[in-house]
């Protein structure tokens, strides 16, 4: 047996998505869009959010840990057992410090629409519009909506979305992967080996964090962009 650190139970959770990538005119045009739409000025009748998800392994212990001794950390051995995987869907309002979330066994194009229409018909009954910030995944469309619903209604729900879309490999600009980082870092930090538990923890975690209406300070301006990436914007010449 040995002691588990925090740092190794990240692993899942980190990838390259906080790297910037090639910039290329069409980089330029969804990060400012992005950064512009993140300027905005408040207002509950056309809430911004956040959208993103990710998958979350299921994980056992091969060993029955040491049992807790007072003013000791958990001790388990380093091997795990694997139980597949699940999907955490995440959505993420940055200026009142909202957010929602859900456990689902696939990330499939209706889970995705499922859990818009959870989060309309539950939170935000009375909005005019909802501007979505999200990535270029193939499920992250309003077609998703014709698998769940009849044409009309699909078309009809779909108008309330102003769709506003990260640049490849710039999905550190959706506020809602920082939500992620917290929520891997508090709350996924330890072995989890069903979903029932991992949705229950995951809840608990959305209903401290709403409750203290922790929100992001996002600095990062259309100013603040132009500056640093001067060199990577085009250089017009008569």
């Not at 739409?37 to 990710?54: S, V």
């Not at 950390?73 to 955490?88: K, L, M």
């Not at 410090?97 to 009954?125: E, K, S, W």
């Not at 779909?158 to 980082?181: D, R, V």
Request: hydrophobic share 35%.
């Amino acid at each position: 047996m040995c002691e588990k650190h925090e740092k190794n139970e990240l692993k899942p959770w980190v990838n390259k998505r906080w790297c910037i990538g090639k910039i290329t005119r069409e980089y330029l045009w969804h990060m400012e869009d992005v950064l512009y739409h993140y300027a905005r000025p408040y207002d509950p009748l056309i809430p911004l959010l956040g959208y993103d998800e990710r998958p979350c392994p299921r994980l056992g212990d091969l060993l029955v840990p040491l049992p807790r001794q007072p003013g000791q950390p958990r001790r388990s051995d380093h091997a795990d057992e694997r139980h597949g995987t699940c999907c955490v869907l995440l959505a993420f309002e940055p200026p009142t410090g909202f957010r929602d979330v859900q456990v689902r066994t696939r990330r499939t194009a209706i889970d995705d629409a499922q859990f818009l229409q959870a989060l309309v018909r539950r939170h935000y009954p009375t909005v005019e519009q909802i501007r979505l910030v999200q990535d270029h995944v193939n499920t992250h469309t309003p077609g998703a909506l014709y698998h769940l619903l009849p044409p009309e209604e699909a078309f009809q729900f779909a108008q309330l979305f102003e769709l506003h879309y990260t640049p490849k490999k710039g999905s550190w600009l959706n506020m809602a992967e920082i939500e992620f980082a917290a929520l891997a870092k508090q709350c996924l930090d330890r072995r989890i080996p069903d979903q029932d538990t991992l949705a229950r923890e995951t809840l608990a975690w959305v209903k401290k964090r709403n409750k203290e209406r922790k929100t992001v300070n996002w600095q990062f301006t259309q100013t603040a962009a132009r500056e640093k990436l001067q060199s990577k914007y085009p250089v017009l010449t008569d």
